[in-house]
T-cell receptor
């Protein structure tokens, strides 16, 4: 079975500062890794995903995440955050089969201050 | 975006009453899921479906049942609501590539 650990429940940061949201996973098989974002009073949206190939994946709004198999991590980073990045971020994992279900971490609330 | 509609969006119900939440999708996705979201727990899988009449339990299935009689509809039923089932419930489908989940807007359920 797979599991996900997000160590930081809240991350406060000032606008234009860099940020890293940490995610570690546990699995006995190969995995797919995901970051989802949830804006207030909304459902979750896919931010980026790692399936295979390049270990560095990017989103269209400047976030990136790097798959590190040896450290079983998939940390999310952004070099300069905006107020609009304030949201809750969830790391998720599924086994590398089409039918497997997504397992989510407990989430990290990113609060960006002006 | 996948068209996923959850109804109702908000509901207050009394302890011991049955409650049914509906998820409707217009994308013809085969896989559908029900999650609950609680502070400090993230999203936890309740039940999921891999086709019409094919369902299975997730990690927190006690007290819940589901049905899927049509591809587009996935119903979650609380047989006898309890206060511990107060939560925000999300429906999700799995996109055609099999690697992206699409979520509904959520249903906020309060059991008093």
């Amino acid at each position: 079975a797979q599991s996900v650990t997000q160590l930081d429940s809240q991350v406060p940061v000032f606008e234009e500062a860099p940020v890293e949201l940490r995610c570690n996973y546990s699995s006995s098989v190969s995995v797919y890794l995901f970051w989802y974002v949830q804006y207030p009073n909304q459902g979750l949206q896919l931010l980026l995903k790692y399936l295979s190939g390049s270990t560095l994946v990017e989103s269209i709004n400047g976030f990136e995440a790097e798959f590190n198999k040896s450290q079983t991590s998939f940390h999310l980073r952004k070099p300069s955050v905006h107020i609009s990045d304030t949201a809750e971020y969830f790391c998720a994992v599924s086994a590398s089969t089409f039918t497997d279900k997504l397992i989510f971490g407990t989430g990290t609330r990113l609060q960006v201050f002006p | 975006d996948a068209g996923i509609t959850q109804s109702p969006r908000h509901k207050v119900t009394e302890t011991g009453t049955p409650v049914t939440l509906r998820c409707h999708q217009t994308e013809n996705h085969r896989y559908m899921y029900w999650y609950r979201q609680d502070p400090g727990h993230g999203l936890r899988l309740i039940h999921y479906s891999y086709g019409v009449k094919d369902t299975d339990k997730g990690e927190v299935s006690d007290g819940y049942s589901v049905s899927r009689s049509k591809t587009e509809d996935f119903l979650l039923t609380l047989e006898s609501a309890t206060s511990s089932q107060t939560s925000v419930y999300f429906c999700a489908t799995l996109g055609g590539s099999g690697t992206e989940a699409f979520f509904g807007q959520g249903t906020r359920l309060t059991v008093v």
